[in-house]
């Protein structure tokens, strides 16, 4: 064991230096040990213990006093402390103390200031006689009274008045003694911080037992150096900390033990409060750590701390106490002044971060490092940037968002929240944007690896983008002639256009706008608009390439035709017709595979539900910077819209394939009257026990939908479908062995059914399905099929054999009142 049983001091690391160690062996040390166990509260008190020579010491006086007998301090003479009075700064002096008994722990103990022989000098003036009183330290029975003549050639006086062990008599002497040279001084135990002695000589003390004599025969004055405040301090002025270790050192890092670079500062007090409630280490007042480990004034979360596996208890004196009560209360002061919604805190977690901005904590530092915004007296850099993305994450009022941050809701701190916002856009809009959104920020080579497997193949490996516009809404304006041209006739509403321009997995090339939203400002106004002035994006489109439209682009296929650009749209209906041709839905099928990714990327935008409310007409200067700035977040931090499937391929192929065929044989059939809507059908339900379908995996029904989408409409389908009892109904026709006819009320329009027939093989286990039709406009379809026929399939070949059945229909809410119930 090399920590001492008392103070938990490692006297292992300064055998050699102030503190040595002694063993508590043999039966000499037994009064020691019981009195360590009994008086002084150790615990695990044995032969094996170590005790330093201070705590032993301390020990040996306590140990008199409680016995009022002085043998425990046979061999320990006490120490004085000086306690001079206001001297000149120079004295004539000589003085003798008994230091023969003196054991080296009252010499060398770390806590008793001594004399430096090496700061003597030699003052020139002489002063008149004054006399210094010398008191015992706490713990002692000695005082010594020293006068000192008023001429460097009288004698001082030696008075030792009080009690002295048994061991040292009481003596008084005025002689003179020779004079010695400075490096013959011994370090004497002072607390004074300096004085002056001019020479003098004294003689040798007369004492019944010898005694060492030190003197001072030369102009000179001393200091007393390693002066410590808390010199036979009692333990009922230390605070115990049990539990906590406590690290002083400012030569390494409290965190990693590296030692101390330039890249290493004084730890803040923060950050102590933070190691005290994570990590149970009590830190120095100039304890140093590495920049790297600070967020702000906070630890980061998550560090591997150093230190050691038991835990000791912390001996704190009184300096230490005051201090660590002061940086508590400091912490809690700045807690209190803190935003209630504080982003420099790193116990923050990436949920946090997530929740209220719409990014992980690395992302939102990754965007840190494009603003450099300067701290001010409401807000941080940190905080500035939350900011801003919980006013577009959460489109709270400036009011609620200074409530948020401890700012004042009066007009200055509003206005600083606006100014805060708007410098942030400004400086995202500038640094950020550039490396994730628009033309120059890609090659067409990079732009290759986000065509998709469905482009490749529909569109035979040409480059293909996806054009399409959006619209955010905003207030109505007091502007007459901004608000007319910003009124959408369509929509009915104010509102402000952009135009998108994405990849087929999703990632956004570019988001152009806003623009005006009346007649002139339509999808092929704005494609005209960017074809004719942006000259980069004519330059970086090349003859050959597919641009991806909705039928809102018919009236600027012939800019793009001119630019030898191919043009992929669906179809029209004809004037008068009610579906489209086998060709015309087969076509409409492969455009729309590759187009639903920028419908899905509108989607993401108005997740931000900034974008997705009424905007006010006060953002409109900058809302085409914030559009951008969400956009190249979005291409910067999320994963790709479209994720690549093993089945991909196999289904593309299939589509080409389905896409030849010109003629539907069971519409062909349906219309030549012998199966359609007015024939002879027999009503059925699935409870039925004579009626068979055969069970559909979901790999096959993905492989014959073509996709997911339909699949994912099928439930609400079959929850309207279901009768109040649960029961599915359909027709089955007498003449048509293998066929169901089901009637699926539309989504859109109250008073439109669709009836839809379904053609089965029970006995083909790889191809059960045969034929398909449907009376809605893309029925005729054979690349995939309409939702309709989808939602029946999935119902009756899979979702009523799984373990867990489709939910019955849920009843319109009573609380929602219906004034056709009179």
């Known amino acids: 064991m090399d920590k001492c049983v008392r103070c938990f001091y490692n006297t292992k690391k300064s055998q050699k230096s102030f503190r040595g160690r002694r063993k508590l062996k043999g039966s000499d040390n037994e009064k020691i040990r019981c009195f360590l166990e009994q008086t002084m509260n150790c615990s695990n008190v044995s032969e094996e213990s170590v005790l330093c020579r201070a705590c032993l010491a301390r020990c040996l006086r306590l140990m008199a006093k409680s016995s009022g007998t002085t043998n425990a301090l046979a061999n320990a003479p006490p120490v004085f402390k000086f306690s001079p009075p206001s001297l000149p700064s120079a004295l004539p002096v000589s003085y003798i103390i008994n230091q023969e008994k003196a054991p080296d722990v009252l010499c060398q103990h770390p806590r008793v200031p001594v004399l430096n022989p090496d700061s003597i000098t030699h003052p020139s003036s002489t002063q008149t006689s004054h006399k210094l009183q010398v008191q015992p330290l706490q713990g002692c029975e000695s005082s010594f009274t020293f006068s000192y003549p008023s001429c460097p050639n009288d004698n001082a006086t030696i008075d030792k008045q009080a009690s002295m062990p048994k061991h040292s008599a009481t003596a008084t002497s005025s002689t003179t003694a020779p004079d010695t040279d400075k490096s013959e001084l011994k370090q004497l135990p002072l607390t004074t911080s300096s004085c002056d002695f001019p020479p003098t000589s004294v003689p040798p003390l007369s004492t019944h037992q010898p005694m060492s004599t030190v003197a001072i025969s030369s102009t000179?004055?001393?200091?007393?150096?390693?002066?410590?405040?808390?010199?036979?301090?009692?333990?009922?002025?230390?605070?115990?900390?049990?539990?906590?270790?406590?690290?002083?050192?400012?030569?390494?890092?409290?965190?990693?033990?590296?030692?101390?670079?330039?890249?290493?500062?004084?730890?803040?007090?923060?950050?102590?409060?933070?190691?005290?409630?994570?990590?149970?280490?009590?830190?120095?007042p100039k304890t140093r750590i590495c920049k790297s480990h600070l967020q702000g004034s906070r630890l980061k979360s998550s560090l591997d701390v150093c230190k050691s596996t038991s835990k000791q208890n912390c001996l704190l004196d009184k300096e230490k106490s005051d201090l660590l009560l002061k940086e508590l209360l400091s912490f809690l002061r700045s807690e209190h002044d803190s935003p209630r919604l504080n982003f420099d805190d790193p116990l923050l977690s990436d949920n946090d971060f997530l929740v209220w901005t719409g990014w992980t904590k690395e992302q939102f530092e990754h965007m840190l490092r494009h603003v450099t915004l300067r701290d001010s007296t409401n807000r941080s850099s940190v905080n500035a940037l939350a900011i801003f993305w919980i006013k577009l994450r959460t489109n709270l009022s400036y009011r609620e968002i200074a409530v948020l941050f401890n700012i004042s809701s009066d007009y200055n701190g509003l206005m600083s929240i606006s100014r805060t916002l708007h410098s942030v856009a400004a400086q995202l809009n500038t640094n950020f944007v550039p490396s994730y959104l628009g033309i120059k920020h890609i090659s067409r080579e990079e732009a290759i690896s986000h065509m998709t497997v469905f482009s490749n193949v529909l569109f035979e490996n040409k480059l293909s983008v996806v054009w399409d516009g959006t619209y955010y809404y905003i207030e109505k304006s007091g502007d007459y002639s901004f608000s007319r041209r910003s009124y959408s006739g369509q929509k009915k509403r104010p509102l402000l256009k952009f135009m998108s321009i994405v990849f087929p997995d999703g990632y956004v090339v570019d988001s152009i706008g806003p623009y005006l939203s009346d007649g002139r400002n339509n999808d092929a106004g704005m494609t005209t608009h960017i074809m004719t002035l942006n000259d980069e994006l004519k330059d970086w489109l090349q003859e050959g390439d597919v641009c991806v439209v909705d039928r809102g682009f018919r009236d600027v296929l012939d800019v793009f035709e001119e630019m030898g650009l191919e043009t992929r749209m669906p179809s029209f209906l004809g004037k008068g017709e009610s579906q489209h041709s086998i060709e015309e839905a087969n076509q409409s099928r492969l455009v729309t595979k590759v187009r639903w990714v920028v419908e899905a990327y509108h989607g993401r935008v108005k997740k931000f539900k900034f974008f997705n409310d009424v905007i006010d007409n006060s953002f409109i200067p900058i809302i085409g910077q914030l559009n951008r700035i969400v956009t190249a977040a979005l291409n910067a931090f999320r994963p790709p819209l479209y994720k690549e499937a093993e089945d991909d391929l196999a289904i593309a192929q299939k589509m080409v394939q389905s896409s030849k065929v010109r003629q539907n044989l069971l519409a062909d059939r349906v219309k030549s009257g012998t199966l359609s809507s007015r024939g002879r059908w027999t009503p059925k339900n699935e409870s039925d026990n004579s009626f068979r379908f055969p069970r559909l995996s979901e790999e096959y029904l993905r492989s014959l939908t073509c996709g997911v989408y339909q699949l994912k409409q099928a439930s609400s389908y079959t929850k309207e479908h279901l009768d109040d009892y649960g029961d599915y109904s359909f027709d089955i026709h007498h003449l048509a062995e293998g066929m169901i006819r089901v009637r699926i009320q539309s989504r859109h329009i109250s008073a439109k059914r669709y009836f839809l027939w379904i053609e089965f093989d029970f006995s083909d286990v790889n191809e059960p399905i045969k034929a398909y039709y449907c009376q809605c406009k893309a029925g005729m379809r054979t690349v995939g099929c309409c939702a309709h026929v989808a939602s029946v399939l999935w119902y009756l070949g899979y979702k009523r054999h799984s373990d867990k059945p489709i939910l019955k229909r849920r009843r319109v809410s009573p609380m929602v009142l219906n004034a056709s119930d009179i």
Request: aromatic fraction near 4%.
């Open 220 to 284: 000179c004055s001393f200091s007393c150096v390693g002066m410590r405040e808390n010199v036979g301090m009692s333990d009922e002025k230390q605070t115990k900390l049990e539990g906590m270790s406590l690290i002083t050192t400012h030569s390494r890092c409290i965190i990693c033990k590296q030692p101390v670079t330039k890249d290493c500062t004084v730890i803040p007090s923060n950050a102590k409060v933070d190691l005290i409630i994570n990590y149970h280490i009590c830190a120095g």
